[in-house]
């Protein structure tokens, strides 16, 4: 929803029909979490964990690169910039930044290519991805329109335009 005031109508119907493509995997998903934490059936779990992060996470990358393009090309703004004027918006940023990391950090986790470092299966990292995201979409981007506004009008008024 932050995004939908800088996307094309079609862009939006594209953004919005993936999410609904997407819900079949998460129903699978359901069942899953349930055999794999019930000890019914570890394999199903197992087989469909490392696709959890393109059904889970595509839209929380386009919507980081989005939000740093809308401050460049709408907003004038560079991010050290953005930052100085606005410390809400770097602690934000960080925290979109790092839950890519964990995004990343986890999709290597599960396919295998760190299973000398954590298990397969459950690890923390999708956690700590999480918990980033959830600083970002519940504390910090409410008003996030708002305060981009604020900082415009601040610009424009410091160039005297």
Known sequence: ?????????????????TIVLAQPYWATEIYANFDYFNNINLTVY?????????FRDPWRIYTTCNLFWVVKKHYNFGITRLVHECPRFGLMLGSMCLSIVFIVADVLSVTGALSAAMPLGINPCWKLCSMFKCLCDTIILDDFRIALDKLRARWIVRQGI
């Open 1 to 17: 929803m932050k995004n939908r005031p800088f996307m094309s109508r079609e862009l939006s119907l594209f953004y919005i029909g």
């Open 46 to 54: 197992e087989k469909i964990r490392p696709w959890e992060a393109m």
